[in-house]
């Protein structure tokens, strides 16, 4: 019995070491699991500048696996130039690699990201996108603008006269106004809003009236920026001739006394006149000093407007010298009178030449897109060249005359229609057509044109663009006359 048992224990130990050493003589092992990874992003953009553009490399390895794992960059077409920096995972589970695609043509391109711990790899698809470099500089057009600066202010206008003196009689609040932010706004009295009205001899205190002009001018003084432009828009009446213009050859005497005394009455304490004594209630001066409106229009001749600035502007000085002139105001929408090339040349001829020898602070101009309300709107925006090409025309020509060649332009009187009825109730530009008020001068329109104007006379260096005008109806306005309330065009501007 003991010997058979133990043959039997080893035919069993027998059996075991035969069956475990058959074949190689040992145990198969199980193979090593594969790696994962996951980079972020999946998607990168490199640009041809060389800046650096990274992405992430996540390894999922499986569990006991802690051999050293390195990575590497592979394609069927890998881009010429491109270079990878890489930060190894190691014995860890995360790495970067870094891309150079300086000098690398721009376009995609499909990459494999590989990860290998010697024994297994892992893969995963990139799309490498390199780009093309835009440089941005910070660099100055010195021609466009006011040497590359856009410098242009935004104003309005009141036209003072028996029609719409009431406007702040019945709308006191002057908050809209000041709001808007105008500088230097523009007054232009005409009609029986011009002070003087005889010059009686003797004197009489009846002579002169400036409840009218007042009535706009005071309001305007306490307003914004508190620096009005007062306009010499037209004389009295009684220097006028037959035809209601200045009568320059009998009266230019008269009318320079009349611009000194108001200069003195806004300015210097007042004067006397038929033992009564006037003066601004107001405690702001007028500063800026326009001479004469649209003269072009208005009777007078390139050289005659020449003689009359010469003698009006040393004898406001010599009441005020701190006091600055607004030149010109040329009146635009008559081609022919109204084409600077007709004007300019005389005025700015050299002084010994009979050109003006008075000082200068700006040159003013008008600009209106139409006068006639069948014009489309293509032809009134088509118009805005003509407004740059006039303003490029007048620093043309100020560059002529050293003294005046940094004299900026003003555009003083700026909207879409100049049209307006006359007696017959037709329009006043062509008599044989019903006036019709335009109202592309405060619609949705306007949005479009006035900026467009704006920004277009800016980059030519026009340093002021005002509305004409301020209280008015739906043609003109920026509020409404009768009830103050603000149209479309107040709040472009």
């Known amino acids: 019995m003991r010997t058979r048992r133990v043959f039997g224990l080893s035919l069993v130990i027998g059996a075991v070491l035969f069956v475990g050493s058959c074949g190689n003589g040992g145990s198969t092992p199980s193979p090593p699991l594969p790696i994962s990874i996951q980079i972020s992003p999946s998607t990168l953009t490199a640009t041809q500048d060389g800046a650096p553009a990274s992405l992430t490399v996540t390894v999922t390895r499986p569990a006991g696996n802690t051999n050293s794992i390195t990575l590497n960059v592979a394609a069927l077409s890998f881009p010429t130039g491109l270079t990878t920096q890489f930060t190894e995972p190691g014995t860890g589970n995360s790495g970067t690699i870094t891309f150079n695609a300086s000098g690398v043509a721009a376009g995609t391109y499909q990459l494999n990201v590989n990860a290998t711990d010697g024994q297994t790899t892992g893969t995963a698809n990139l799309t490498l996108v390199v780009a093309i470099v835009a440089t941005v500089q ?37 908050t809209p106004l000041t709001t808007l932010g105008p500088q230097h ?8 809003a011009v002070p003087m009205r005889a010059n009686s001899s003797p004197q009489q205190p009846t002579d002169w009236d400036f409840t009218m002009l007042d009535a706009v001018v005071q309001p305007i003084l306490s307003a914004a920026d508190h620096s009005p ?31 000194a005394n108001l200069v003195r009455y806004y300015n210097t304490g007042g004067f006397a006149w038929g033992g009564k004594h006037f003066q601004s209630a107001s405690p702001y001066k ?10 072009n229009i208005n009777g007078l001749t390139p050289a005659q407007y020449v003689q009359l600035y010469n003698a009006v502007v040393p004898a406001m000085l010599a009441v005020d010298p701190t006091i600055r002139f607004s030149a010109l105001e040329l009146s635009d929408y008559d081609y022919q009178n109204g084409d600077p090339r007709n004007n300019l040349p005389t005025f700015l001829a050299p002084a010994n030449q009979g050109g003006v020898n008075a000082p200068v602070s700006i040159l003013s101009t008008h600009f209106y897109s139409s006068c006639n309300q069948k014009d489309t709107d293509t032809q ?19 560059k002529l005359r050293p003294d005046l060649a940094n004299v900026p332009v003003w555009v003083t009187e700026n909207n879409v229609n100049a049209d ?3 007696a017959q109730g037709n329009s006043t530009c062509n008599p044989s057509q019903k006036f019709v008020a335009d109202q592309r001068g405060t619609s949705a329109f306007f949005a479009a044109w006035r900026p467009y104007v704006f920004s277009q006379l800016g980059k030519v260096g026009n340093q002021a663009l005002y509305h004409w005008d301020f209280d008015a109806d739906q043609q003109y306005g920026e509020v409404d006359f009768n009830t103050a309330k603000t149209y479309l065009s107040y709040w472009v501007d």
């Open 286 to 295: 007028i500063t800026w000093w326009g001479i004469f409106n649209e003269y």
């Open 420 to 422: 307006y009825s006359n």
């Open 185 to 192: 706004i523009r007054i232009q009295g005409i009609s029986e």
């Open 229 to 259: 432009e007062f306009q010499v828009a037209v004389a009295p009446s009684f220097m006028n001739d037959s035809s209601g213009h200045l009568d320059i050859a009998n009266h230019l005497g008269d009318f320079v006394q009349y611009s």
């Open 138 to 174: 910070n660099t100055i057009n010195t021609s466009a603008g006011v040497n590359g600066q856009l410098q242009e202010f935004m104003s309005t206008s009141f036209q003072p006269a028996e029609w719409d003196y009431q406007f702040f009689i019945n709308h006191p609040d002057v």
């Open 380 to 398: 009134l925006f088509n118009s805005v060249a003509s407004f740059t090409n006039d303003v490029s025309y007048f620093y043309q020509e100020l």
